[in-house]
Nanobody
């Protein structure tokens, strides 16, 4: 059973930066598609970025391209989301998730089997 624990959320002003971390345990030695998702109040959950633990392919949703970077440290079983130039519209609960499938652009949240508890990101104008 894969367990995911997010950290690093908080409150920042617009233009600021945050780095989210997702520490994973219970890996079975296989590769996973690791993803960051977010959900703002009253809105649907949105995929933000994904990375494949068996390689380096990454995918981003258009609103965060050029501002967010997903990365991984396989030795630590940790995935990061560096968020720069934050905007008020980035305010949401951010979730880390893992899928047994390979990553591809637009992979839906329904294909992710394991989820963290979420970490809140609030960006003020």
């Amino acid at each position: 059973q894969v367990q995911l624990v997010e950290s690093g959320g908080g409150s920042v002003e617009a233009g600021g930066s945050l780095r989210l971390s997702c520490a994973a345990s219970g890996y079975t030695g296989r590769s996973y598609c690791m993803g960051w998702f977010r959900q703002a109040p009253g809105k649907e959950r949105e995929g933000v970025a994904t990375i494949y633990t068996g390689g380096s392919r990454t995918y981003y949703t258009d609103p965060v391209k050029g501002r967010f970077t997903i990365s991984q440290d396989n030795a630590k079983n940790t995935v990061y989301l560096q968020m720069n130039s934050l905007k008020p519209e980035d305010t949401a609960m951010y979730y880390c998730a893992a899928s047994i499938y390979d990553c591809y652009s637009g992979i839906p949240s329904t294909l992710f089997h394991y989820w963290g508890q979420g970490t809140q990101v609030t960006v003020s104008s």
